[in-house]
């Protein structure tokens, strides 16, 4: 099974940009697809970006456009460039893993985006 720790998250203005970063260890990171979630409070947990094990990218409606899915397999990372960002990004934001029908979290990184 995979372990996955995210890093980079913070306190950022209006309009400015973080890089979230997912460090996996344990398992062959290549063949999992990789995916970036976010919760915000009192809301359920929502797909931003996902990308495949063959490099396929999909996001979100509300961040195409603004946020870039990317994965280095032999850093075993896979990483989120979130540009203009907005309050309504607020949220912890978590890393998930998919192989096999299974799939593992990190523990999240909390955003904050607020002036």
């Known amino acids: 099974q995979v372990q996955l720790v995210e890093s980079g998250g913070g306190l950022v203005q209006p309009g400015g940009s973080l890089r979230l970063s997912c460090a996996a260890s344990?398992?062959?990171?290549?063949?999992?697809?990789m995916g970036w979630y976010r919760q915000a409070p009192g809301k359920e947990r929502e797909l931003v970006a996902r990308?495949?094990?063959?490099?396929?990218?999909n996001y979100a409606d509300s961040v195409k456009g603004r946020f870039t899915i990317s994965r280095d397999n032999a850093k075993n990372r896979v990483y989120l460039q979130m540009n203009s960002l907005k309050p309504e990004d607020t949220a912890v934001y978590y890393c998930?893993?998919?192989?096999?029908?299974?799939?593992?979290w990190g523990q999240g990184t909390q955003v904050t985006v607020s002036s």
């Open positions: 344990g398992s062959i990171f290549s063949i999992y697809d």
């Open positions: 998930a893993a998919d192989a096999f029908g299974k799939r593992s």
């Open positions: 990308i495949t094990s063959g490099d396929s990218t």
